[in-house]
């Protein structure tokens, strides 16, 4: 339960695409412009954890051998994202905001974010290998999106803050993150066997 736990958190609160476009847009246009993508965020995530956990729980269920890959292969992918993180040197953002329509950006970006869709089909089979049931995939689904809420927010309140520690920690964030996600992969994958 440990590693699923920190998986999340890690997963979550780590930098993507949605963490990252939060954090400029809130520097560009201000915390208040940002807040519909933020609450397109909780939208997208909610729907992308929902179907994944729904897929997931059926195959689980009626073909368990595809979820034992699938943990596999998302546990490998975390190990290798662990790995990647390690080797990274700092990135600049490079994101630009192109539009008002920020909420419904929000979704579509989400949809096709593959952080996400791998979060949540890891998540979901880790979930399911833990021993909890199919019926709470909605719930699981709910508390994902709102963490993802949550974290997009405080990367818009404090994107400034982060950036600074960030570039100023950069090694040394990169290492414990890299760790943190290299223990978790190896975790999922154990479950999964």
């Known amino acids: 339960m440990s590693g699923f736990i920190i998986f999340i958190m890690v997963s ?22 940002t807040l519909p993508f933020m609450c397109g965020v909780f939208v997208g995530t909610f729907v992308v954890f929902l179907i994944t956990g729904m897929l997931n729980a059926y195959l689980y269920e009626n073909l368990q051998i595809i979820t034992k890959v699938i943990g596999i292969f998302g546990g490998l992918f975390i190990l290798y994202l662990g790995i990647r993180m390690f080797l990274t040197s700092s990135q600049k953002d490079k994101l630009m905001i192109q ?8 979704i579509l970006l989400t949809l096709i974010n593959p952080k996400a869709l791998i979060f949540g089909l890891t998540a ?4 399911l290998n833990l021993g909890y049931s199919s019926s709470g995939i909605l719930l699981l689904s709910l508390i994902l999106a709102f963490l993802c809420f949550v974290s997009v927010i405080l990367w818009g309140l404090f994107g400034r803050i982060f950036r600074k520690f960030l570039s100023r920690y950069q090694v040394a964030f990169n290492i414990v993150m890299a760790i943190l996600l290299g223990y978790s992969g190896v975790l999922i994958i154990i479950e999964s066997i």
Do not use: D, E, Q, W
């Open 124 to 127: 979901a089979v880790y979930y």
């Open 99 to 106: 539009n008002n329509h920020y909420f419904i950006m929000a």
């Open 12 to 33: 979550v609160f780590t930098p993507g695409p949605n963490n990252i476009f939060s954090s400029a847009s809130s520097l560009k246009v201000g915390f208040r412009r």
